[in-house]
């Protein structure tokens, strides 16, 4: 059976859903990573603390090369540190120049040989002071105490060691590094909160698209196969949800066509009710006769015997009809396609209905090429559907009317076309023609023999030579056509399925 590519009839997504979520996911991220840092440089609180620092770096910059200014200058001076007077003398302008800054001059023991009138020194112990310097130095933090920073330089004067200290200006933090810390937090968490609404703000769309796929998926399971789901862009979420309607538009097909079969299967009752009760009823009627001896002679026996012989050797054809049309409709019917010349096969089945034609005074065209028109089919079977046309011609033609037989050829097809003179046909009971046990009112009505199920059979048998058969009619003449192709393609059959 000829499958249909599903893939390439709904079409592939053009838009990979994992890297349009894996964009959402970065972009997000880099959001959030920007908020955070833009939090850090706008905060006042963290704008105080780096201009605090550069203020106290520019002042303890200074300090640093006063320090080793007025070293070099009381070396240079090569006085001792017992000369307190001309220390003195020399720190005396400097530290009036800076009151906000502390000036100290101690020997190697300690001892306090000089410090500055405002008392901004706080500790004379060297060993303390210089203990904290070494502290400072080693985890890079030159201010040492937390309100004020001290700095100290050896001095070497005649021999003997001495210490120089400036202390400078005190420094009050800002806020504690436990405040510090709990605002970056609050940055982190910030950051974090703008990456979830982001990346739920952005992602929204697509959950409430397989919320939509959701509640469609529960429609259709509650057997609700006229909805669809809409498909809204190129992406796996629209290839699914193109796939589901086209599924369920299948569901729905196979439920309008179990409903069909079903409706069939009810009319195949009625019309075998119909066709094979007259009959048996005929048949009942004679044999009762014939069992209670009501016939008057022996020539009266033989009129029921042989009147009961033909309604049973009808009844008989209708059965092996219904039969034959149960094996077409399988599955697996057995096809013997050979080439075989069909002008030659009709002008023989032509030839055996002349006679019938003649006796009904009926005038028969036939055009059909004198040149064989070789065709693979099953023979046997193709038979049954040209003899099936031709007898309906003769059964349904007006008395003295006309029959044409045609047969032609294009590049890629055969057409046979059978046509004659009958009552006309409306359009509603053409479409009907070729139903299992369809026969117009007119049919059922008269005396011509039919059991509605010849057309059936002659339908499946072209379908499944990959042809087609219809019928035209116009004034008060009707046209069968069967449309062959000249060559079967072996490898992709179709083999169409109509149930009972």
């Known amino acids: 059976m000829k499958t249909r590519n599903n893939a390439d009839k709904i079409g592939r997504p053009s838009v990979n859903l994992n890297t349009k979520l894996f964009l959402i996911f970065i972009i997000s991220l880099i959001v959030s990573i920007l908020s955070f840092f833009l939090f850090i440089f706008i905060n006042p609180q963290f704008g105080d603390i780096r201009n605090q620092q550069i203020e106290q770096q520019k002042e303890e910059e200074t300090i640093r090369k ?87 330089s050896l001095l070497s004067l005649q021999g003997d060691i001495g210490y120089l200290v400036i202390e400078g200006p005190s420094f009050d933090p800002i806020f504690s590094p436990n405040r510090y810390i709990y605002q970056v937090y609050m940055g982190l968490g910030g ?38 789901i809409p498909v809204k862009g190129k992406n796996e979420l629209s290839f699914l949800a193109k796939n589901i309607n086209w599924m369920t538009e299948q569901m729905r097909q196979r439920f309008e066509k179990e409903r069909e079969v079903e409706q069939a299967k009810n009319e195949l009752i009625t019309n075998l009710s119909h066709d094979l009760r007259t009959p048996l009823t005929s048949i009942i009627g004679y044999l009762t006769l014939l ?169 499946r048998i072209v379908e499944l030579h990959q042809g087609e058969i219809w019928a035209e009619s116009e004034q008060n003449k009707i046209t069968m056509y069967v449309v062959l192709p000249l060559h079967q393609d072996t490898k992709e059959k179709e083999t169409i399925y109509e149930d009972l």
Request: net charge negative; hydrophobic share 35%.
């Open 66 to 152: 006063l320090l080793v200014q007025l070293t070099h200058s009381i070396e240079g001076k090569h006085m001792s540190l017992d000369d307190i007077d001309n220390i003195a003398s020399t720190l005396n302008p400097i530290t009036d120049a800076h009151p906000n800054l502390g000036f100290l001059v101690a020997n190697a023991k300690g001892d306090v040989l000089f410090h500055s009138n405002n008392k901004k020194i706080k500790s004379t112990n060297i060993k303390y002071l210089l203990k904290q310097k070494l502290t400072a130095e080693s985890t890079g933090n030159q201010s040492f105490n937390t309100h004020y920073s001290s700095f100290i």
């Open 191 to 228: 950051s974090v909160l703008i990456f979830f609404v982001l990346f739920l703000l952005w992602t929204r769309p697509i959950t409430r698209y397989i919320k939509q796929i959701e509640e469609g998926i529960n429609r259709i399971v509650n057997k609700d196969w006229t909805y669809s």
């Open 291 to 459: 069992k209670d001896k009501q016939y008057k002679n022996s020539e009266e026996l033989e009129q029921y015997i042989q009147t009961t012989y033909g309604i049973s050797f009808k009844l008989k054809n209708l059965l092996d009809e219904l039969f034959e049309y149960t094996k077409l409709s399988l599955p697996d019917v057995d096809m013997q396609f050979q080439e075989v010349d069909l002008s030659g096969v009709l002008y023989q089945l032509v030839g055996e209905y002349t006679p019938m034609f003649e006796n009904r005074g009926l005038s028969v065209k036939v055009e059909i090429p004198d040149e064989a028109v070789f065709i693979s089919i099953d023979i046997e079977k193709m038979i049954r559907v040209f003899d099936n046309l031709l007898s309906n011609a003769e059964k349904y033609s007006h008395e003295s009317g006309d029959i044409e037989i045609v047969l032609y050829t294009n590049e890629k097809q055969v057409i046979a076309r059978i046509s004659n003179t009958t009552d006309q046909i409306a359009s509603e009971e053409l479409s009907h023609l070729f139903d299992k046990f369809y026969r117009m009112d007119k049919a059922r009505s008269s005396k011509v023999v039919g059991s509605g199920i010849g057309l059936s059979i002659a339908k």
